[in-house]
């Protein structure tokens, strides 16, 4: 049995899309599969475009498979755009290759023409069927007269040419993943096609033909490419070419463990990168379904992953495809990433607007030293809580807005600083804002102003802790969590002038003259009210749930 648990050399590994669609996540994760493998071994990563489907396969999918691959960094060593030593890298510029190879295996008795017509074989399928028979080739062409075919090709008659397999021929190999795999080739195969009439090959001798002479030496893939390794492992024996290494790793599944699709939700990478997503954190998740690395590690780097990376540690259990995992370790990705980095794809989406929030930044917004605080504040709020880019507008928006109603009737933790703490701190606030000894967060120094202040305010009032923080929380920005309070002032204060002129927020001055007509009395009534209504409403659902459960039993 051949040993595929030890690489001591490189490898030379291919990604081979077909371009009659988008890269998914399964092709994704394959490629990137294939991509650490030979990063691991200092080998060649190719892309091969298996193309042959000349109705579906189109240069516009190639592309954006392609693209799709560059934006997850999975740069390929061999290919198209690259090139490399066994150009081409497209099977339809390959059809030369393919032709030679097939009269090679002619010449040497393993493949024979075929005349049959599609009306013939229609007839034998039928007759097979009828007589109970599994509806395989019979064979027809397989020993005929050599006279018979040389003149059937001097009257210029189409056929195809068929590889013959062997009589009583068992095929096995060592899969990575799946563990010793056997066939009866005979019993499963009849003679098949490897050239088409037209001249087109067919996909298995594609395969097979390119993986020998490209050099193949390991073919990481998914399982629903299993039962095509018996027809390719029988023309790289006819070839007399050394088959590669196998792995056929598990299908990626959805919520329900049904084969993801489109009904899902994205299932698409470019979807993803739309969406927000970082390519460092796709790559991470799309490692982790199918493999890890014996620890309970989640959160890799690409060059860690590639340091960690084991083709034995490829599990042969599928995959469940988990949205909510995938944002949890984008947003680890995102509090990982250098505020330089970060910082433009903050500014980027603060730039875009949609129904929910509005754009807060002008599209010829440039950083430069009179506004580079105030999108330093605005990168360092987006990053402490977005698990998606597409997230940043809406938790700096949150900061510049204040809506002390908004959460009086929906954050039930709000009852917790509705007592005489509050009315005390908000009188203080008003006064100190009135003689100017609030820090408004236009001060050099004003991380310092604020520290202090929030001691002296403490000692005034003899409060400290949740006491006296929650309440200045709710108070200064209308909401009960959220970002520091200091970071969020100060970006208060540098909006004016930075931000779009049609972009309406909040200011400390008119913060404060809302809180100059607070009433404790009707913010307790509506905030119980809010919770009793909630709670009315859970109850109402839980009954529901429990009649419905209830119906389908019976």
């Known amino acids: 049995m051949q040993n595929t648990a030890i690489i001591n050399q490189p490898v030379r590994v291919r990604f081979a899309p077909s371009p009659t669609g988008t890269l998914h996540v399964g092709g994704a994760r394959t490629a990137l599969f294939n991509w650490l493998l030979a990063r691991k071994t200092k080998g060649t990563f190719i892309i091969r475009v298996e193309d042959t489907d000349e109705a579906r396969s189109t240069r516009k999918s190639e592309e954006s498979i392609l693209n799709d691959l560059k934006w997850m960094n999975l740069q390929w060593d061999e290919g198209p755009i690259v090139g490399g030593k ?18 090679q295996l002619i010449e040497q008795g393993f493949a024979f023409r075929c005349f049959c017509t599609e009306e013939e074989l229609d007839l034998k399928r039928q007759e097979a069927e009828a007589a109970g028979l599994d509806p395989k080739y019979d064979g027809t062409w397989r020993d005929a007269d050599p006279k018979e075919v040389q003149r059937r090709l001097d009257n210029g008659e189409p056929y195809t040419i068929r590889f013959k397999v062997p009589s009583s021929k068992i095929v096995s190999f060592d899969d990575v993943v ?69 792995a056929h790793c598990s299908l990626i599944l959805g919520s329900d463990r049904s084969k993801l699709s489109k009904r899902h939700g994205a299932t698409s990478v470019t979807q993803f990168s739309e969406q927000g997503f970082l390519p460092d954190a796709m790559m991470n998740y799309l490692a982790n379904l199918g493999w890890n690395d014996g620890t309970p590690k989640e959160i890799y780097t690409p060059n860690e992953l590639i340091e960690a ?52 930044l002008s599209n010829d917004f440039i950083v430069n030293d009179d506004n580079q605080l105030f999108i330093n504040l605005a990168t360092k709020i987006a990053q402490r809580d977005m698990e998606l880019i597409a997230e940043g507008r809406k938790l700096v928006n949150n900061c510049l807005q204040y809506d002390i109603n908004h959460t009086l009737t929906t954050d ?84 004016p002038g930075r931000v779009l002129n049609t972009y ?49 039993s019976q």
């Open 86 to 103: 066994c150009e081409p890298y497209r099977q339809s510029e390959r059809k030369p290759i393919y032709k030679k190879y097939a009269e």
């Open 178 to 246: 799946r563990g010793k795999v056997t066939w009866d080739a005979e019993a499963m195969l009849g003679d098949f096609i490897i050239l088409r009439s037209n001249g087109m090959p067919v996909y298995n001798f594609c395969v097979a033909v390119d993986d020998a002479t490209m050099g193949i030496t390991h073919v990481i893939r998914a399982e629903e490419h299993l039962s095509n390794t018996l027809r390719q492992l029988l023309i790289l024996e006819a070839l007399n070419y050394k088959p590669p290494t196998y």
């Open 309 to 360: 990376f084991d083709l034995t540690r490829i599990v042969k259990s599928s995959a469940v495809f988990d949205m909510n995992k995938l944002k949890w370790i984008n947003g680890q990705h995102i509090r990982l990433m250098p505020i330089d980095l970060l910082q433009p794809l903050v500014i980027e989406n603060l730039k875009k607007s949609n129904e929910e929030v509005s754009a807060i």
């Open 412 to 495: 039930s933790h709000v009852i917790e600083v509705l007592n005489d703490d509050l009315l005390k701190i908000i009188n203080v606030l008003i006064r100190d804002f009135s003689n100017n000894n609030l820090p408004t967060g236009i001060e050099s120094n004003f991380h310092d102003l604020w520290k202090s202040y929030i001691k002296q305010i403490g000692k005034e009032l003899g409060l400290k802790g949740k006491s006296l923080f929650h309440p200045i929380r709710f108070a200064l920005t209308g909401r009960m969590s959220g970002p520091d309070i200091g970071d969020q002032l100060q970006l208060l204060a540098l909006a």
């Open 504 to 552: 309406v927020f909040s200011d400390l001055n008119q913060r404060i003259n809302q809180l100059k007509s607070f009433s404790l009395e009707d913010s307790l009534k509506l905030a119980n009210e809010s919770i009793e209504k909630a709670k009315i409403e859970s109850e109402l659902l839980a009954k529901q749930l429990e009649e419905s459960k209830e119906v389908v």
